[in-house]
């Protein structure tokens, strides 16, 4: 489903060249969990933004090698392809859910927004299917989360948000990016055990990113 081949990603920064990516290669399939471990500043978040297309397009870029979906070659990607793919086959949870979501807008406008840009739907459908994902991450007051605003939400909530979000247009892949960072430890058990209850239900691929040995082994 997805192919990295020999990925090299290069920023461009004040100090010169920093490569990095150097010549990673995977596969993710269907239903599969793939795990990238690495300390921080690796390159394991770099990997991701690659894939999505999300490099800064001021100072990164793929020099070279292939990323492939489902045959089809992403790099080189012109941007307006790449959203159609983004959000509707590939999604992503970042690991920084203060930064992830916008401070400005609440939850059921940002919900609503991946849903009415993919799909043909009319808004009363779109907040029905917002609300139902929510549930369906855990949240048991969605209208209430509805009206809020992230910094209104603690963090584990933001985290299920995120979830619920990159899921709603059905994606076939799944990226997630230290999806535990800053839970406490029986937060991170009830995230990793639904973002595996949910792979398994939608038989997703999921691409685990973390520095966490521990938690790749749980999961």
Avoid at 129 to 154: C, D
Avoid at 159 to 174: E, T, Y
Avoid at 191 to 200: F, M, P, Q, V, Y
Wanted: glycine content about 6%; aromatic content about 4%; proline content about 3%.
């Amino acid at each position: 489903m997805l192919s990295i081949r020999q990925l090299h990603v290069q920023y461009q920064t004040r100090s010169g060249v920093v490569n990095a990516v150097n010549g990673i290669d995977l596969d993710i399939s269907a239903g599969e969990t793939v795990a990238l471990v690495g300390e921080s500043g690796c390159g394991k978040s770099a990997t991701c933004l690659a894939v999505m297309g999300l490099l800064p397009a001021e100072s990164g870029r793929v020099t070279s090698g292939s990323i492939q979906w489902e045959g089809n070659e992403l790099t080189g990607m012109e941007e307006r392809a790449f959203r159609r793919l983004r959000g509707k086959q590939m999604s992503m949870v970042f690991q920084d859910t203060m930064t992830a979501l916008n401070p400005y807008l609440r939850i059921d406008s940002q919900l609503m927004e991946s849903l009415i840009t993919h799909q043909t739907i009319a808004r009363i459908d779109a907040k029905n299917r917002a609300m139902y994902m929510l549930e369906r991450v855990g949240l048991r007051n969605p209208k209430r989360v509805m009206r809020s605003y992230p910094h209104q939400l603690s963090g584990g909530m933001r985290q299920r948000v995120q979830i619920a979000m990159s899921l709603l247009c059905d994606p076939k892949v799944l990226i997630a990016d230290e999806p535990t960072t800053a839970l406490d430890v029986s937060v991170q058990k009830q995230i990793l055990a639904l973002l595996a209850e949910l792979r398994d239900s939608m038989d997703l691929a999921m691409f685990l990113v973390s520095h966490d040995l521990s938690l790749v082994a749980n999961v």
